[in-house]
């Protein structure tokens, strides 16, 4: 609040030329961005409490859940957003599809160690697929993409971004997570994603890849054994040459066999807190509650 009656004078004085307040315009629109996306974030933390009364999942056991992660938030370097961690909780808790856990691109282990925590709530098994050395060679050559929701030249995806080695994301998610729930998948995605490695059957995958072809060889693996009702979440829904490969019509009429689904966040994401994220549901024919079922926003 001080920082905002620091500036609203200046912004507001006929005495400044516009070229002088655009710096303090960014400071405020900053300002006001974070403690935005913080209120998002103490929103949706009551919600998914309060979804816990009458739940078999209760308010207690949601109540721990949240402490837990914010641990998490607090001592693991991540790309992914509290509210992210809730999200991704609440579908877990909620999807009506038998099967394991699936992560392709986990950086230090933040989401692993929240997904970790929920998998063994759920009785289910975490298969983690990374290469745990950062970000391949774009095999386009062009390792950019564009955001909707930002303005700029583009992301520049360079290789090894992103890199945290095996035995740190081990030890980040056996310190903070569930390590007994987790198997280990090190190398590329079209070497790791095999039947081999894969579970019989998906309930829920999160994929966090950053470039277009990897998160093709994530769909194009994932989709087939993602069970009836099961959920398929990205964390690069606002990425337009991710969105344009993934909901492409040719890959999914020839490779997966079927029509491409709504993709609810596409370009915009689930909350002004998690502007990234995006979940598509297996399925034809599924009630619209079942959607619904899934959020926090219940």
């Known amino acids: 609040m001080d920082i905002k009656k620091k500036l609203l004078p200046f912004v507001n004085s006929t005495m400044i030329p516009l070229v002088d307040k655009i710096p303090l315009l960014r400071s405020l629109f900053s300002y006001v961005g974070k403690n935005v996306c913080a209120d998002s974030y103490r929103d949706l933390r009551r919600k998914f409490i309060k979804n816990g009364e009458g739940s078999k999942w209760d308010v207690k056991l949601r109540t721990e859940i949240i402490l837990r992660f914010e641990v998490v938030d607090a001592m693991v370097p991540s790309q992914t957003t509290p509210a992210d961690g809730l999200m991704l909780a609440e579908a877990l808790l909620s999807v009506g599809a038998e099967g394991a856990v699936v992560e392709c691109g986990c950086f230090s282990g ?3 160690a929240k997904l970790s925590i929920i998998s063994k709530i759920t009785g289910r098994k975490l298969h ?3 290469s745990f050395e950062g970000l391949p060679e774009s095999a386009t050559g062009d390792a950019s993409d564009f955001s909707i929701q930002k303005a700029g030249e583009g992301t520049d995806w360079r290789p090894g971004s992103f890199a945290a080695g095996l035995e740190r994301v081990r030890d980040n998610v056996e310190k903070y997570g569930e390590i007994s729930v987790c198997s280990f998948y090190k190398g590329w995605f079209k070497d790791t994603l ?5 579970p019989d059957k998906i309930a829920m995958a999160f994929t966090d890849v950053d470039l277009p072809e990897s ?3 994530c769909l194009a693996a994932i989709w087939l054994t993602l069970a009836e009702r099961g959920i398929y979440f990205t964390h690069d829904a606002a990425f337009i040459k991710v969105l344009l ?8 009429r020839d490779k997966l066999g079927e029509f491409p689904p709504i993709l609810f966040g596409a370009g915009s994401g ?6 990234h994220l995006g979940f598509a549901v297996k399925g034809k ?7 619904k079922s899934l959020t926090i926003e219940k």
């Open 285 to 291: 024919g599924l009630p619209a509650e079942y959607y």
């Open 245 to 252: 490969t993934v909901m492409d019509e040719k890959l999914w």
């Open 128 to 130: 983690v697929f990374d």
């Open 270 to 275: 689930l909350a002004h807190s998690a502007r």
């Open 215 to 217: 998160a093709k060889e």
């Open 194 to 198: 095999i039947s081999e490695n894969l």
């Open 110 to 112: 933040a989401s692993t």
